[in-house]
């Protein structure tokens, strides 16, 4: 006869499957945090070292940012003036301008044409 608190044998397998699964399962999420521990480890040390390269472009004090806008607005004006200089810059504002002027023309056709027609179709239907 069996007692309460005892377990049968295919109880005690049937326990032992569960704890089976659900230590893989714990074993595959131990692998997974480990896996994102390692990837965060990873990122914080890239963010260290954007740091410090960030923190060399940071001005100590005011004179010294007001220096770095300065050269970047040279080197911004220059850029502009070297694209002003552009002669491929010159021909496409050329063209486009080109362009511009014959849309206008036929626009100013289209309309000329229009005014004829109708003018002619009146002239036909009044005569």
């Not at 300065?70 to 502009?80: D, E, G, R, T, V």
């Amino acid at each position: 006869m069996k007692n309460q608190n005892e377990l049968t044998i295919s109880e005690a397998q049937k326990l032992i499957s569960e704890l089976k699964a659900s230590i893989l399962k714990l074993d595959e999420l131990n692998n997974k945090s480990l896996t994102n521990i390692k990837e965060l480890e990873n990122l914080n040390q890239k963010l260290e070292n954007y740091s410090s390269i960030l923190s060399k472009f940071e001005p100590k004090d005011e004179k010294e940012m007001v220096q770095a806008y300065s050269h970047y607005l040279s080197f911004l004006a220059q850029k502009i003036e070297d694209l002003s200089k552009n002669q491929d810059l010159k021909k496409i504002e050329r063209i486009i301008d080109i362009s511009e002027r014959i849309i206008n023309l036929s626009v100013i056709k289209v309309a000329v044409i229009v005014a004829v027609v109708t003018t002619g179709i009146n002239f036909i239907i009044f005569k």
